[in-house]
C-alpha cells in the first residue's frame, strides 16, 4: 500500500513570496490532516478535511494561509504571503479512524 | 482541552541500556494514546498505540508502553537501545470529542556507542 505523498520536499522562498504543497493520502482515507511542525516542537494542526468538507481550521491563519482538497482526495496548502516565522516543515497526514498516517513532509525555509 | 508533557528534550543513552521517554497528559474524557517516532529528515511513523484493553502495548522492534490512567502517564520503555534508536519520540493524545490529534514536544533520544 503506496503511502502519503507530499511534495516539494523542500522549498526556500524569500519572504513575501507566495508557496503551495501538495499532498496525496493513502487510497480510502477520508480524513486528511495538514500539521505544522516548527524546529523543537511536536506537530500542530493546521486543518483538518474530512472528504472534502473542512472539520477544523481553527489554528489556520486565514489571512495568508489556505487549503482545499477537491473531489475529496488530494489537497493543496498555500502560503500568501510568506513570513519568516513560517519556516517549518509542513506534514500532511491521513486517517481512516484513530490512526493517522504521515507523509515525508515539506521543508520550508523563508529567507 | 488536552494536553500532552514531555518533561525530557533529549535523552542520551548508552547502546544496549535502559531507556524510559516520560508522558504525561491531561484530558476530562477518554483517551487513546500513541507513540510516533521520527528519523531525521522523514515524516511521523506510529510506534504503538493504546486504544482499550490490556494496559501494556509493545512495538515490533522492542519498545514498550504503559498506560496508566490513575497517573495519566503512558511512559516508553526499552530494555536495550541500539544506534538505530536514535531518533525523536513525540506522544500524542487522541479524544473523540475533538476527534484530533494533541502532540507533546518530543524527546529526542541519542544512543551513543
Known amino acids: 500500500e503506496a503511502g502519503v505523498a507530499q511534495s516539494p520536499r523542500y522549498k526556500i522562498i524569500e519572504k513575501r513570496q507566495s508557496v503551495a504543497f501538495w499532498c496525496n493520502p493513502i487510497s480510502g482515507h477520508a480524513t486528511l490532516y495538514w500539521y505544522q511542525q516548527i524546529l523543537g516542537q511536536g506537530p500542530k494542526l493546521l486543518i483538518q478535511?474530512?472528504?472534502?468538507?473542512?472539520?477544523?481550521d481553527s489554528q489556520l491563519p486565514k489571512d495568508r494561509f489556505s487549503a482545499e482538497r477537491l473531489k475529496g482526495v488530494d489537497s493543496t496548502l498555500k502560503i500568501q504571503p510568506a513570513k519568516l516565522e513560517d519556516s517549518a516543515v509542513y506534514l500532511c497526514a491521513s486517517s481512516l479512524a484513530y490512526e493517522q498516517y504521515f507523509g515525508p513532509g515539506t521543508r520550508l525555509t523563508v529567507t | 482541552a488536552q494536553s500532552v508533557t514531555q518533561l525530557d528534550s533529549q535523552v542520551p543513552v548508552f547502546e544496549e541500556a535502559p531507556v524510559e521517554l516520560r508522558c504525561n497528559y491531561s484530558?476530562?474524557?477518554?483517551?487513546?494514546l500513541f507513540w510516533y517516532v521520527q528519523y531525521p529528515n522523514q515524516g511521523l511513523q506510529l510506534l504503538l498505540k493504546?486504544?482499550?484493553?490490556?494496559?501494556l502495548v509493545e512495538s515490533i522492534n522492542g519498545f514498550e508502553a504503559e498506560f496508566n490512567k490513575s497517573q495519566t502517564s503512558f511512559h516508553l520503555r526499552k530494555p536495550s537501545v541500539h544506534i538505530s534508536d536514535t531518533a525523536e519520540y513525540f506522544c500524542?493524545?487522541?479524544?473523540?470529542?475533538?476527534?484530533?490529534?494533541?502532540f507533546g514536544t518530543g524527546t529526542q533520544l541519542k544512543v551513543e556507542l
Open positions: 500524542a493524545v487522541f479524544t473523540g470529542g475533538g476527534n484530533k490529534l494533541t
Open positions: 478535511f474530512q472528504n472534502n468538507g473542512v472539520v477544523d
Open positions: 493504546y486504544l482499550s484493553g490490556s494496559t
Open positions: 484530558s476530562s474524557v477518554s483517551v487513546y
